[in-house]
């Protein structure tokens, strides 16, 4: 029974990622997959800003003082800044397996509530173990906030891994 | 009451250091415990660390353990012989295994052993919890531990 497929879900932040150096260690010593996945809130939005440089008087368009032929597009093509939530995440999560084995690894953004999310994505991708971090909150502060990887522990069809964070 | 099944045989993988060189499974000595019993055997055998096998029997509330003294000692016995005969597998397996038995509530002697035996990884079984019945679940073993144990923990459905 070795872990085929590794699934690491991170928010990308310093205790979400912590799990990921087990992840790695793990999966390369059963010779496994690893899917990194971080997931996004469904209010995630792209920002997409047209920009676009004035035209050089004279040449094209219409000047209010010296006229002009009214009506003549520019011809100064807009360039397109994004500014995309997902597109970052995908980009944080590719420096994060930097130093896995080629081939081996890859980065998936999924968008949607955490838990379910983590939950759906081991099941589309035949996961069979989820290593995820804890923030290690006890007591009052755990119950009151809650936690991703609880929730996962309970609906994962698979094997779930949790490591907790500890800041030293 | 921690006795140690000495094997003649090598660790299969005494190769380099790895993560998670003491593994423990608490067992509660049901058919329940197979899978994770199984797993935490293939983690050994690929990294030839040590496993402890661990059970805890439930102290009865309300009565002082004095007046039990003879009653617990019978449970330990045969709780002993029993966690020995699943910690077979693993001596056949040559890896060194242990086993250890304790009175009291579960999930505090399970996270006191694990700091006690400086364990690395804790393997348990776990159900998988319905989506309409998220209630249930809250008040087992593995959720206690998982919370307020300080090694990681594979859970094993």
Redesign the interface.
């Given at each position: 029974m070795a872990f085929k497929h590794v699934l690491v879900p991170t928010d990308l932040s310093e205790p979400g990622n912590h799990a990921v150096r087990y992840a790695v260690e793990e999966a390369a010593l059963h010779q496994a997959r690893v899917t990194l996945l971080h997931v996004l809130s469904p209010a995630t939005r792209t920002d997409v800003y047209y920009v676009t440089g004035a035209p050089a008087s004279g040449s094209h368009g219409f000047d209010p003082v010296a006229g002009g032929n009214l009506g003549v597009p520019s011809s100064v093509q807009p360039t397109v800044v994004r500014d995309d939530d997902s597109e970052a995440a995908l980009t944080q999560l590719q420096d994060l397996m930097a130093n896995a084995r080629p081939g081996t690894s890859d980065v998936q953004v999924a968008v949607g509530h955490p838990a379910d999310t983590i939950v759906r994505v081991a099941l589309e991708r035949n996961a069979d173990l989820i290593v995820m971090s804890t923030h290690g909150r006890t007591g009052l502060q755990h119950v009151l906030l809650g936690s991703v990887a609880e929730k996962v522990v309970r609906l994962a069809p698979c094997a779930v891994l949790t490591v907790k964070y500890k800041r030293d | 009451m921690t006795r140690r099944a000495r094997s003649t045989a090598r660790p299969a993988a005494a190769r380099r250091p790895?993560?998670f060189r003491h593994i423990m499974v608490p067992v509660d000595l049901s058919d329940r415990n197979e899978r994770a019993l199984?797993?935490a055997l293939?983690l050994a055998r690929?990294?030839g660390g040590r496993t402890t096998l661990f059970h805890v029997i439930e102290r009865v509330p309300g009565i002082a353990p004095g007046e039990l003294g003879t009653f617990y000692q019978r449970l330990v016995e045969s709780s002993e012989r029993r966690l020995r005969r699943t910690a077979r597998k693993f001596a056949e397996s040559g890896l060194d295994v242990r086993t250890e038995v304790r009175v009291g509530d579960p999930p505090a002697e399970i996270v006191r052993a694990t700091l006690r035996e400086r364990v690395d990884l804790v393997v348990m079984g776990?159900h998988?919890?319905r989506?309409g019945d998220?209630q249930r679940?809250w008040g087992t073993t593995s959720?206690k531990v998982?919370?307020?144990?300080?090694?990681?923990?594979?859970?094993?459905?």
């Open positions: - | 790895v993560l199984r797993t293939d690929e990294r776990s998988k919890v989506r998220r679940g959720y998982g919370i307020f144990c300080q090694c990681p923990i594979l859970l094993v459905k």
